[in-house]
């Protein structure tokens, strides 16, 4: 008897002792951002026996024991954070980088908008005065500089796309570490057992790569034995146990960046860093494409007026801008202010340049410039709405994972008080045992 009783309080000093550990380890990690709260499971040990054979067996129950370590997670929990925090960083991207796409477009506060709009109001000045040579001077000057916009602009949004291509390589490297992580995570995991400290500490380190892959790319993760994890992207393997297939990075001349993954090129990045990237490049390439068009159409009304007019000295007006097919390639012809065709057909003197107002439509350069101006600043606002939302979203999330999974100090500090009873009680037991068996021992 007093043998079962040194028993209970030797295990039960173990137990604590192995406790004091698990709440040791809580505390030391309370600002780990990868490290989820363990506790240990404990459980009874039960005897089995029989007092007599001619009684019948009798079970009871006799020391404690300790079943493992098991974290505070939740797989329902710890998804729903995942696929909220792929379409945070996803929606934060696409803002930070159509931001960029404006403040491109806006040129420093130098846009074409307002370079057009002067333009027009120096040829309204000239038609008042058509052989002043000051102010067709100036003419020449704001056709110029209208081109040089377009250059610097066209320039502003190159830059922009291939800085996202350097973003979106660089996030490609990060996404193969992780996955290159998760398979040496999974071959620890396989042979190791179940319940033990080592077990937990792979478990962190396989969520804390599942959350970077997931917020990279958007993939597709299937759970095995004792723990390891799949993944997987429209039915080709990224990791298979602990085979890592890398994802390149492909980039595309006058277009939106490509992965590809053992030599495949997969369907866009719909969400995650990489998703939000591409998303963010798409509306900067197409913005690019509007611009190119535009500088087309400017070059087409500039020329297309100049070749309706006749110069001083009767000739038709020869061409302004000559251009390539893009905003970064148009270019001033080098024409003289002698070379401008103000008058008429008809031989008026201000006649044409009269009629450059007309340029001035709903269709015009001056319009399709506000046209596109608007709707990056549209994508742009959209862009923030759903950033603030997902946000909100995430953090809902993250809240209600973090109330299961994150080391509350309170809790630990209360656990320490109720572990050091446990503690003391378990030694008084061990105290009590030894007393009475001197006591029975002075007996004799």
């Given at each position: 008897?007093?043998?079962?009783?040194?028993?209970?309080?030797?295990?039960?000093?173990?137990?604590?002792?192995?406790?004091?550990?698990?709440?040791?380890?809580?505390?030391?990690?309370?600002?780990?951002?990868?490290?989820?709260?363990?506790?240990?499971?404990?459980?009874?040990?039960?005897?089995?026996?029989?007092?007599?054979?001619?009684?019948?067996?009798?079970?009871?129950?006799?020391?404690?024991?300790?079943?493992?370590?098991?974290?505070?997670?939740?797989?329902?929990?710890?998804?729903?954070?995942?696929?909220?925090?792929?379409?945070?960083?996803?929606?934060?991207?696409?803002?930070?980088?159509?931001?960029?796409?404006?403040?491109?477009?806006?040129?420093?506060?130098?846009?074409?908008?307002?370079?057009?709009?002067?333009?027009?109001?120096?040829?309204?000045?000239l038609s008042a005065v058509p052989f002043e040579p000051a102010l067709r001077n100036q003419f020449l000057g704001d056709v110029q500089t209208s081109v040089h916009r377009f250059n610097q602009t066209a320039l502003n949004l190159s830059s922009t796309i291939n800085l996202i291509n350097g973003a979106a390589s660089q996030e490609a490297v990060e996404l193969n570490t992780a996955l290159s992580e998760l398979a040496q995570v999974n071959q620890q995991l396989r042979p190791t057992r179940a319940g033990t400290g080592q077990h937990t500490v792979l478990l962190d380190r396989r969520d804390a790569a599942l959350t970077v892959i997931t917020e990279k790319l958007d993939v597709q993760i299937s759970f095995g034995d004792n723990?390891?994890?799949?993944?997987?992207?429209?039915?080709?393997?990224?990791?298979?146990?602990?085979?890592?297939?890398?994802?390149?990075?492909?980039?595309?001349?006058?277009?939106?960046?490509?992965?590809?993954?053992?030599?495949?090129?997969?369907?866009?990045?719909?969400?995650?860093?990489?998703?939000?990237?591409?998303?963010?490049?798409?509306?900067?390439?197409?913005?690019?494409?509007?611009?190119?068009?535009?500088?087309?159409?400017?070059?087409?009304?500039?020329?297309?007026?100049?070749?309706?007019?006749?110069?001083?000295?009767?000739?038709?007006?020869?061409?302004?801008?000559?251009?390539?097919?893009?905003?970064?390639?148009?270019?001033?012809?080098?024409?003289?202010?002698?070379?401008?065709?103000?008058?008429?057909?008809?031989?008026?003197?201000?006649?044409?340049?009269?009629?450059?107002?007309?340029?001035?439509?709903?269709?015009?350069?001056?319009?399709?410039?506000?046209?596109?101006?608007?709707?990056?600043?549209?994508?742009?606002?959209?862009?923030?709405?759903?950033?603030?939302?997902?946000?909100?979203?995430?953090?809902?999330?993250?809240?209600?994972?973090?109330?299961?999974?994150?080391?509350?100090?309170?809790?630990?500090?209360?656990?320490?008080?109720?572990?050091?009873?446990?503690?003391?009680?378990?030694?008084?037991?061990?105290?009590?045992?030894?007393?009475?068996?001197?006591?029975?021992?002075?007996?004799?």
């Amino acid at each position: 008897m007093m043998s079962d009783l040194l028993n209970i309080g030797r295990a039960a000093l173990k137990a604590n002792s192995r406790a004091l550990e698990v709440v040791g380890s809580n505390v030391a990690n309370a600002e780990n951002p990868d490290y989820v709260r363990r506790s240990l499971n404990i459980g009874d040990t039960t005897m089995y026996g029989a007092t007599n054979p001619i009684y019948s067996n009798y079970t009871g129950t006799g020391s404690v024991a300790v079943n493992g370590i098991t974290r505070s997670s939740d797989q329902f929990l710890e998804a729903a954070t995942r696929q909220t925090g792929a379409s945070r960083v996803s929606g934060e991207v696409v803002e930070q980088w159509l931001n960029q796409g404006e403040i491109a477009l806006s040129n420093n506060d130098l846009d074409i908008g307002a370079q057009l709009t002067q333009l027009f109001g120096t040829a309204e000045e000239l038609s008042a005065v058509p052989f002043e040579p000051a102010l067709r001077n100036q003419f020449l000057g704001d056709v110029q500089t209208s081109v040089h916009r377009f250059n610097q602009t066209a320039l502003n949004l190159s830059s922009t796309i291939n800085l996202i291509n350097g973003a979106a390589s660089q996030e490609a490297v990060e996404l193969n570490t992780a996955l290159s992580e998760l398979a040496q995570v999974n071959q620890q995991l396989r042979p190791t057992r179940a319940g033990t400290g080592q077990h937990t500490v792979l478990l962190d380190r396989r969520d804390a790569a599942l959350t970077v892959i997931t917020e990279k790319l958007d993939v597709q993760i299937s759970f095995g034995d004792n723990g390891t994890a799949d993944i997987s992207r429209n039915g080709t393997d990224l990791v298979a146990f602990n085979i890592a297939s890398p994802v390149t990075f492909v980039a595309n001349a006058g277009a939106s960046f490509d992965i590809s993954i053992s030599g495949t090129v997969q369907t866009a990045p719909s969400n995650g860093t990489l998703g939000g990237l591409q998303r963010a490049q798409s509306s900067l390439v197409k913005l690019n494409d509007d611009l190119d068009s535009l500088a087309v159409q400017f070059a087409g009304e500039i020329n297309g007026w100049q070749a309706n007019g006749r110069t001083d000295a009767g000739a038709a007006g020869a061409a302004i801008v000559s251009h390539s097919g893009t905003a970064a390639s148009l270019s001033i012809t080098g024409l003289s202010a002698d070379d401008l065709a103000l008058a008429s057909a008809a031989g008026v003197a201000n006649g044409n340049i009269l009629a450059f107002v007309d340029l001035r439509t709903a269709t015009g350069t001056e319009q399709g410039y506000e046209k596109i101006a608007i709707g990056q600043a549209q994508s742009l606002l959209t862009a923030r709405s759903e950033s603030k939302a997902a946000t909100a979203f995430d953090r809902a999330t993250r809240e209600a994972r973090n109330n299961i999974s994150s080391v509350d100090l309170d809790r630990e500090a209360a656990d320490l008080i109720r572990l050091q009873q446990s503690y003391e009680a378990a030694a008084r037991v061990i105290q009590v045992a030894r007393e009475t068996i001197q006591s029975v021992l002075a007996i004799f």
